[in-house]
């Protein structure tokens, strides 16, 4: 079963502007995390961040988390060609288990 | 280069074919998983294994048969397939068994699958 939503379904954007990207959960976490998967390759684990934390950062990148909304983004700064990749939210579930569920994803694209 | 060694990288075959995908990682992790995932779609989980213990099967047909020999690889035997299961398998891991909380997964990148 789905448990993020990601939006936008897709995003273009000049090299050098920023792009946020959202997520919404239906139900209460652990953690989020946020991944990026290239065309035709596998998935890299960008950044975590856990249901007491409100903010991170890591590079680049910063995410938030609102459990009150059940929603996160993630900010990417002074955005690239190379940042041009699907990224995905993806949360456990409250409770041990071992499933991560995968949103559907925002597809960035970032035009030189 | 990822940590977790996927092969083959492409595999078509036939409805009537047995085939299997190998997975390795070498960073201690003792979770492992299968994700299938189609065109423009997110991963969905397939299998988990803890500790070489098949701890979540996904409600996935009995086509497809996971294997743990040791807590280095993961095998997934692959039989009497259908053109609907054509996607692309993506192996995982993690640290450790007691969930994903607070962990992350590292992917392989992966075994493109086409069945004729």
């Known amino acids: 079963s789905q448990q993020g939503e990601e939006d936008p379904q897709a995003l273009s954007i000049q090299e050098g502007e920023n792009a946020t990207m959202n997520c919404s959960y239906k139900t209460s976490i652990n953690n989020l995390q946020w991944y990026r998967q290239n065309s035709g390759r596998g998935l890299v684990h960008l950044i975590l961040?856990?249901?007491?934390?409100r903010e991170k950062h890591s590079g680049r990148l910063r995410v938030t988390l609102d459990t009150s909304k059940k929603s996160s983004s993630l900010l990417i700064t002074a955005s690239r060609a190379a940042d041009t990749a699907s990224y995905f939210c993806?949360?456990?579930?409250?409770?041990?288990?071992?499933?991560?569920?995968f949103g559907k994803g925002t597809k960035l694209t970032v035009n030189p | 280069d990822t940590e977790v060694t996927q092969t083959p990288k492409h595999l078509v075959m036939g409805m009537t074919n047995k085939k299997s995908l190998k997975c390795e990682q070498h960073?201690?992790?003792?979770?492992m998983y299968w994700y299938k995932q189609k065109a423009k779609k997110p991963p969905e989980l397939m299998f988990v294994y803890s500790y070489e213990k098949l701890s979540i099967n996904e409600s996935v047909p009995s086509r497809f048969s996971p294997e743990c020999p040791n807590s280095s690889l993961l095998n997934l035997h692959l039989h009497a397939l259908q053109p609907e299961d054509s996607a692309l398998y993506l192996c995982?891991?993690?640290?450790?068994?007691?969930?994903?909380?607070?962990?992350?997964?590292?992917f392989g990148d992966g075994t493109r699958l086409s069945i004729l």
């Open positions: 993806a949360t456990d579930l409250q409770g041990g288990s071992e499933k991560l569920v």
């Open positions: 995982a891991s993690s640290q450790s068994p007691a969930g994903s909380r607070y962990q992350p997964q590292h």
């Open positions: 961040i856990r249901s007491n934390e």
């Open positions: 960073m201690g992790h003792r979770a």
